[in-house]
């Protein structure tokens, strides 16, 4: 039965991230959490990068939608405190590794069930980054627990998500939009929020995570969460059959550079990172909807990243990466090392006999 | 005294308390376990580890938090 969800929930997402391209998103890109917080970052005047300037409602759908639904089902907890400040710089790397390979784990799928082969060394460099972070997770890596906060805090998301929508409705003068370039393609407004709400809800329902999938199955054999993926390649790519938008190749695919090496990574950057966090982009956004502030830091690292990259040149086009895109990349995979040592002890106990519980933790 | 393994894996994140939770019967093959969890989706993931694992899982929940109870499966 769960796995009939996960499987359903993919299939959702897969078919509505080439629904939202059809109706007027970028090729390849009806659902990228990466390239849509950058749109936002750019929106809201952090970046200056003209071509990606967009706030786009997917993303206060996908925040409002789990909300909503953690409120209806008394999953909505707020929480928060498990190093809310370290999360911020690891959503910031994983930001930067993103824009080298031009999109989150989620529209690495959907590049990949598009025929765009690029993705799948992007992929082979995703695996990477969460069998290394899985090798950390085995010897103990934690970023520490979280507690329970005053419920006002886990209100602040949602109420951003909102602010948000309310901006990319009344679009005022001191708010910026793309004319041109991949933000300028975009879904009407209440059929992208429509579609962030309809994820939002499922993700927050069945847990469906690109990172959990690849992680559960190294780490403890369980293809729970993959079924989720498999969901999402099928329906992206039969609707990309039907619309006629598959291609298979390296060359020319949207939105997209055939530099390999930097595809990987990128994205061995991003599944490193996300490993560290606990899942993927989307996931963050969900739990951030739900009460989780740490959460939170990460959408925010995650825009901050985006503002970092364009402000910087980091981020890659489809002419490639530039040479400080190869930098900044490289950082941030040091730096995710670098928190790997830092954040694993080894010396967790997690049982005592006799009946008193005694537990080590960071 | 009775013998009573226990493990706290409240404020977790994924996957860290299915990881706790494994080791923990790992080291302790067939011995009943008592998990302390406040999250969901924990919750859900050590239920389902408990069942890979040939073992029965009970929930109770508890003030906002679970209580899961794992035993060998007869």
Known sequence: MDRKKILLSGLLVGFLGVL????????NMGVCIACFIRDIAGGLGLHRAEPVRYIRPEISGFILGAFLTAVLTGEF???GGSSPLMRFFIGMAIMIGALTFLGCPLRMVLRLAAGDLNALVGLVGFVFGIFIGVQFLKK???????HRLPAANGFAMPVLALVLLILVMSAPAFIFFSESGPAAARAPILISLFAGLLIGFAVQRTRLCQVGCFRDLLLIKDPHLLFGTIGIIAAALIMNLAFGYFKLGFVDQPVAHTDGVWNFIGLAVVGLGATRLGGCPLRQLVLSGEGDTDAAFTVLGLLAGAAVS???GLAASANGVTPAGQAG??????FLLVVGFAFTKSNISV??????THEHTA | MSTQLKVDVRGLSCPEPVIRVK???EANPGEPLTVLCDSFVSAENIR???????????TTENNDEFVLTITKKV
């Open chain 1, 20 to 27: 939202l391209v059809y109706f007027g998103n970028p090729a």
């Open chain 1, 77 to 79: 907890r707020t929480r």
């Open chain 1, 140 to 146: 103990g890596f934690s970023l520490g627990r979280s």
């Open chain 1, 310 to 312: 364009h402000n910087f």
């Open chain 1, 329 to 334: 990349v490289l950082i941030a995979a040091a």
């Open chain 1, 351 to 356: 049982k005592q006999k006799g009946g008193a």
């Open chain 2, 23 to 25: 080791k923990a019967i």
């Open chain 2, 48 to 58: 389902r580890l408990s069942g890979s694992l040939g073992y029965n899982c009970e």
